[in-house]
């Protein structure tokens, strides 16, 4: 089991940058596919981004391809999001997850959860 600690939201003006970071205890960090997902107030959880366990490949939304950038460093168990350009739109509640997968995972079948962090960009 690995627990999932999200940190780094907050307020920012649009055009603005934030950067997301996920630490993850329990078990090995690098066995776990990781992913960033958002859920804007009365919308569904949409994946963001996502990424394999060695970080050699990624996943972007559409939405954000180009403005984010999802990295790890298992050395130090954490996950990161840097989010650039940021647009009112990208207001949302952000979790990481967490899947033991050999592959990227680009649907919601992720096994453990943080409890996520708000970003709200102001226009």
């Known amino acids: 089991q690995v627990q999932l600690v999200e940190s780094g939201g907050g307020l920012v003006q649009t055009g603005g940058s934030v950067r997301l970071s996920c630490a993850a205890s329990?078990?090995?960090?690098?066995?776990?596919?990781m992913g960033w997902f958002r859920q804007a107030p009365g919308k569904e959880r949409v994946l963001v981004a996502a990424?394999?366990?060695?970080?050699?490949?990624?996943y972007y939304a559409d939405s954000v391809k180009g403005r984010f950038t999802i990295s790890r460093d298992n050395a130090k168990n954490t996950l990161y999001l840097q989010m650039n350009s940021l647009k009112p739109e990208d207001t949302a509640v952000y979790y990481c997850?967490?899947?033991?997968?050999?592959?990227?995972?680009?649907?919601?079948?992720?096994?453990?959860w943080g409890q996520g962090t708000q970003v709200t960009v102001s226009s």
């Open positions: 997850a967490a899947r033991n997968s050999f592959t990227i995972v680009i649907t919601n079948e992720y096994d453990y």
């Open positions: 990424i394999t366990r060695s970080g050699g490949s990624t």
């Open positions: 329990g078990r090995t960090f690098s066995y776990y596919a």
